[in-house]
């Protein structure tokens, strides 16, 4: 029994030991373990530290280079991980620019000369700041702005591409320029880069419009008339589109035939419009000229983009003249003084209107007193044009991917012209004139050569409502005699020359025959180099 004991204590005592030996390894292994662990992150641990030192000294550098660097701020670290909005910088003074808009045809060149408060940047000046620009976006249809703007000397240079990419007539970025002193914003001014596409290298600056117009005046019959209207411009300066010229030179000549008969149906009028135009006479061609010229001054700041429309407002100032190629007498009429019946007891009433009615310089109780039968009114014999002048506004809107495509124009202007007021300076007399080409075009701006006009001259004078006198009609003989018709040189006509003293307005359509040409130019120039494509293309195929 006790030996029995003996050997299960024995038993019990050999599994304790081993049991313990076993404790004792796993424990050795696993400070071994931890050892380890400790022994490599003591490792990282000076890794990193070295990072952080080399990562200072960088910073460091980083921060002495931007120091030492002109008009280059270097933002700390601390106000990088400031999560507060930072306040909104604000320029010191004014910064301008001269021009105010780059606008590139493929391969040009532009500078842009920055300003201060409207005075140019003294080299001393340009010594201390620094010239930032960034483009936003930065990057369109593979054309990267910042490689073709270049800052140099205090101006701004850019470079178009050679080309666009396939199907791009034009890319536009925002340009932000900054000028800095140091730490200091000294101004800031965005502009707008446009690098369009050209066709045939040409763009629009003229217009040679024939057709026809409606004219009148106040409370006065109308006429119709063939006229030729053209219209030239030319900027003062080396720009290339006319829009981006501060200043224009321009003129306008236009010339109107005898009054033509038109009282037929819009659709046959439309269907023999350019053989109606082809049958008028030479020596009718041309019966009456107005011509204007003068200069356009675009406001810096009144130029609008909005798609592919761009446009301008301007202030233009004029001089020209206007008159009738034509005799006086060519355009007189008679008519026969009223009379009292003889041998009736009711008074005529039309004796009294016209006795009271004026006639110019004469008075109607004069022309009856010479006891004549007839009355020839007949604009004055000039030896002068009628002169006119005048100033306002015009706003212009171009389509910058048609260059070759009309503007449409609406002016607005104030002046005098002695055409509207008896031959003589008189009083302020405004002026309204609309151009608007119909958009019916192609994507180049060819075939846009139709056109829709409307003038307007009024007196800004108190107007008076006069009786308007019922006088019979009297047949002009011309160069014939008859009892049916008078001439004005017969002894029983009394002329009275009445100068013009209305407002006058036209209106009209007509063809703009420079796009018209310009149009068929491109079409053969098209030809040519279809057919050039096409004749390499079976060359190489024969090879």
């Not at 590139?104 to 842009?112: A, E, F, P, T």
């Not at 730490?183 to 045939?200: E, K, P």
């Not at 005699?481 to 003293?501: E, K, L, Q, W």
Request: with cysteine.
């Amino acid at each position: 029994m006790i030996q029995q004991l003996l050997v299960v204590g024995l038993c019990l005592i050999s599994t304790a030991s081993r049991r313990h030996l076993y404790a004792q390894d796993s424990l050795e292994k696993l400070l071994q373990q931890v050892e380890q662990t400790k022994t490599a992150h003591q490792k990282a641990v000076a890794a990193l530290e070295g990072e952080l030192a080399n990562l200072k000294a960088r910073t460091l550098l980083i921060e002495r280079i931007l120091a030492e660097s002109k008009g280059t701020v270097a933002a700390p670290l601390a106000a990088a991980a400031d999560p507060r909005p930072k306040p909104e910088v604000k320029p010191t003074k004014t910064l301008t620019l001269e021009p105010d808009t780059f606008s590139l045809d493929l391969g040009d060149s532009q500078k842009i000369t920055p300003k201060l408060d409207n005075k140019q940047i003294s080299a001393e000046e340009l010594k201390k700041l620094t010239l930032e620009v960034n483009a936003n976006p930065s990057e369109i249809a593979g054309v990267k702005f910042s490689e073709h703007i270049a800052v140099d000397k205090g101006q701004i240079s850019v470079q178009a591409p050679e080309n666009l990419g396939e199907g791009v007539n034009s890319v536009t970025s925002k340009l932000t320029i900054n000028l800095k002193d140091a730490d200091t914003l000294v101004g800031r001014q965005t502009v707008n880069l446009t690098i369009a596409r050209s066709v045939d290298g040409a763009n629009w600056e003229s217009r040679a419009i024939m057709g026809f117009h409606q004219a009148g005046a106040s409370s006065a019959p109308s006429t119709q008339k063939a006229f030729f209207d053209f219209y030239i411009a030319r900027a003062l300066g080396n720009h290339r589109n006319l829009y981006d010229a501060r200043l224009s030179l321009w003129g306008n000549i236009r010339i109107a035939s005898s009054p033509q008969q038109t009282d037929v149906p819009v659709s046959q009028f439309a269907a023999g419009f350019v053989g109606r135009l082809a049958d008028i006479k030479v020596n009718n061609l041309a019966q009456s000229a107005e011509f204007l010229t003068g200069l356009e001054w675009r406001f810096a700041r009144a130029k609008w983009t909005q798609g592919d429309r761009i446009r301008t407002l301007g202030m233009i100032a004029f001089f020209g003249a206007n008159g009738s190629f034509s005799d006086p007498f060519g355009s007189g009429k008679i008519f026969a003084i009223p009379k009292q019946v003889a041998g009736s007891t009711v008074a005529n009433p039309h004796v009294d209107q016209f006795r009271n009615a004026r006639f110019g310089s004469a008075a109607g109780s004069t022309i009856m007193d010479t006891g004549v039968d007839y009355v020839g009114i007949i604009p004055p014999d000039r030896e002068r044009f009628f002169r006119q002048y005048g100033a306002g506004l015009r706003l212009t809107s171009y389509d910058k991917t048609k260059p070759i495509a009309p503007p449409a124009t609406y002016a607005v202007t104030l002046g005098q012209d002695q055409l509207i007021t008896s031959g003589y300076y008189r009083g302020p007399v405004m002026r309204l004139d609309v151009f608007y080409p119909l958009p019916f075009d192609t994507k180049e701006g060819k075939w846009k050569f139709l056109f829709l006009f409307g003038t307007v001259n009024m007196r800004l004078a108190r107007s008076f409502n006069l009786h308007p006198l019922s006088l019979q009609d009297r047949a002009v003989c011309g160069n014939g005699i008859s009892t049916a018709c008078s001439n004005f040189y017969d002894p029983s006509v009394r002329t009275v020359a009445v100068p013009s003293a209305r407002d006058t307005y036209r209106m009209g359509i007509g063809l703009d025959f420079v796009n018209l040409v310009r149009s068929f130019i491109t079409i053969g120039d098209a030809a040519k180099q279809t057919a050039g494509i096409a004749a390499k293309e079976a060359a190489a195929v024969a090879k």
